[in-house]
């Protein structure tokens, strides 16, 4: 018991760590800017008119999305435009930055596939 | 009295931690002034943006003589009976964020004393200037047209009492009509714009149960934004209805006649029952008048950042710069507006600035869940702005994509305007 409840802390530890890291090395400053490209379609607010929320999300779903996006993987062609010229750096400071709000309306439904 | 205590103290506050970098440009003494000519999809997003993420550092102040806003985008539509005009009417929600806004047109502009004046006599210092009046038009472009013509032959292509007019005329018409749209040469506002305001004029025709009326398109250019998709789509929905003619088939436009209701063109004089002219277009007379134009009627600027080559005190952007390949739309010009608000706060507030990100999406309504787009993401490049990666919607696309599309438009327009106006 005291074997394995140890590194089940541990794990539960450093898989904190890990999502507090994604958060912290995103560039705040940064992930401000690039995001104000992205609320013109997607609303701060977290309300679906049409297009989806993406505040309030889980960083490594979010980034994992936009490298997606970027690497044609996912079909929109819109979001493919938007996505093609980030860094791995630029899109974790997205991440970082729309992952720090809570969305104040509409419902908030993560998607990770 | 506490507002001007608590601005005095964050400036105040901000300098003694040296992020007021920018003694040069501190006139006088208190704040750093920003002054922004126009509130459209350019200068209310410039004046948000700085207002917003500057926090009281700089005074920041929008000369606009509207309460609110009718936008052009979505006005087709309104034509269409899709949207009501409130819908499409936003009054500026921006004194929250620090703007002031002054209502009132700006009538002169003194570059070496950085002066602007307004209608009323009243002079605003500025340390750095905005300039977005959008277009206007060129009444004598089109013979036989005129300003006082535009209240029989509407344009509509700018918000307010026009695109009233020109849904009033739609509305009226009996089966067995004629419209004829004289559309623009490059460059203008909204390169799709005229072709989906036909598309919008036909869906009501087609609503009403009109077999006969037709749609024709007298056009200076011989290809238009999304065409192929465009052409498709209004054999699929509106068969027979739309004719576009380009100069080799109309010969050229010679001139039309208010008072007898007619278009001429090199081949043949058309009687028609409502007549759309939209004619060619240049910058904002105050842009022209304050020396910013260059000879294509339009402002030149560093691609970098949206700056006037002729005045570095000065930005322009929207629809009066020549944007390269961005073309004329308010999703361009609120992309602009997000680089000049950091330019401009990383000028006067010292904050951090990144190179300069442009990105533009069109939608096009054919017909009811029957969409397209056209879109891409822009930098600069050898001195102007370039695309470097784009799409535009093909023909022959499956009807969820064109359902989607359409959800997207509707999307995008709650997003752009909470982001501009609100
Ligand atoms: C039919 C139609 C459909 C369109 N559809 C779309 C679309 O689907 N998507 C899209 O992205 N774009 C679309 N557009 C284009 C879009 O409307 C314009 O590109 C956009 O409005 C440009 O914004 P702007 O701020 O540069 O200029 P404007 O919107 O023209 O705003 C300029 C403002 O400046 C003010 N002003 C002018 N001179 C002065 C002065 N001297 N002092 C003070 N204020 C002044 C005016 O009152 C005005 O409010 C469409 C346009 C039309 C006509």
Known sequence: ?113 | MTELTRRRFTAGALAATGILAAPAVARGKGKPRLVVIGGGPAGATVAKYVAKDSQGAIDVTMVEPLASFTTCFHSNLFLGGFKGWEQITHPYKLASYGVTHVRQMATGIDRDKREVTLADGTKLAYDRLVVAPGIDLKFDSVPGWSEAAAEVMPHAWKPGPQMQLLKAQLDALEDGATIVMVAPPNPYRCPPGPYERASCMAHVLKAKGHTQSRIVIIDPKDRFSKMAAFQEGWQKHYPGMIEWMDPKMHGGLKSVDPAAMTVTTDLETIKADLVNVIPAQMAGRIAREAGLVNETGYCPIDATNMRSKLDPNIYVLGDAAIAGAMPKSAFAANSQAKVVAMMVRGELAGARTFPARYANTCWSVIETDDTIKVGGRYEAKDGAIAEVEGFVSKPGEDAATRRQTSEENIGWYSGITADIFG
């Not at chain 1, 401000?32 to 505040?55: A, F, K, M, N």
């Not at chain 1, 980030?86 to 419902?107: C, K, N, Q, R, V």
Request: charge should be negative; charged fraction near 20%.
């Open chain 1, 1 to 113: 018991m005291t074997r394995s409840g140890g590194i089940a802390v541990l794990a539960v530890l450093a898989a904190q760590v890990a999502a507090a890291d994604a958060l912290r090395i995103g560039d705040r400053e940064l992930g401000e800017y690039l995001s104000s490209e992205c609320v013109t379609c997607h609303q701060l607010s977290g309300r679906y008119d049409g297009i989806p929320s993406i505040v309030g999300w889980p960083p490594d779903s979010f980034i994992a999305i936009l490298t997606d996006y970027r690497e044609k993987r996912r079909e929109n062609p819109v979001m493919r435009s938007i996505a093609v010229k980030f860094t791995d750096e630029e899109i974790a400071a997205l991440a970082a930055y729309f992952g720090s709000m809570a969305p104040t309306t509409g419902s908030l439904a993560p998607k990770t596939d």
